[in-house]
């Protein structure tokens, strides 16, 4: 069976909606999906996922929110070789457009570098999901799955 894995950082909920979204979506097509706070894991989340989704907020001037600090520098060092990766990124663009969802791209940056393989295009959402963002996350999960057979 097929196992995504989702990992989150929020602090006003933003992020976790767009989380539970993303579980949504992955279970309605039919796969294991494990849903997980950043700050509760660490490098091995990816070794028995088929999937690894990373839901992000940006914080300060376009950094990596403090629960995902580690796990963000933990990943440097490990070779993901084969893993399938998507990032979806909650930000503001009207208060920081030039830093706009930056650690979602910096997760971006940082999987390809270990050798991650990236199964969709990074998604950007403007602070809380909106039905259009929710059709987005939907398309994600079916493109992403699709990639496994
Ligand atoms: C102190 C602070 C700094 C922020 N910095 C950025 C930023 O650099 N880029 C961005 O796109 N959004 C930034 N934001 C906006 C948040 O990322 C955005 O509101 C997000 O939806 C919050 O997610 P959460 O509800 O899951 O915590 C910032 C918000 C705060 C409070």
Redesign the pocket.
């Known amino acids: 069976m097929t196992l995504v894995k989702i990992a989150y950082?929020?602090?006003?909920?933003?992020?976790?909606g767009i989380s539970e979204y993303l579980e949504e979506a992955f279970e309605e097509l039919g796969v294991d999906v494990e849903r997980e706070e950043a700050g509760d894991i660490d490098s091995d989340f990816f070794e028995d996922a088929d999937i690894a989704i990373v839901a992000t907020?940006?914080?300060?001037?376009?950094?990596i929110p403090f629960d995902f600090e580690d796990f963000y520098e933990e990943i440097v060092d490990e070779d993901l070789d084969g893993k399938l990766f998507a990032v979806v990124?909650?930000?503001?663009?009207e208060?920081?457009p030039d830093?706009?969802?930056?650690?979602a791209f910096s997760f971006e940056e940082t999987l390809l570098k270990a050798g991650a393989t990236k199964a969709h295009e990074t998604l950007t959402i403007e602070?809380?999901a909106e039905s259009d963002d929710i059709e987005k996350i939907n398309k994600l999960a079916k493109e992403v799955i699709e990639q496994l057979s």
Do not use: K, P
């Not at 950082?9 to 976790?16: C, D, F």
């Not at 907020?57 to 950094?63: K, R, Y």
């Not at 830093?99 to 650690?103: H, S």
């Open positions: 950082a929020s602090n006003t909920g933003n992020t976790e907020f940006t914080d300060g001037d376009g950094e990124g909650s930000g503001d663009s208060l920081y830093y706009f969802c930056q650690a602070n809380d």
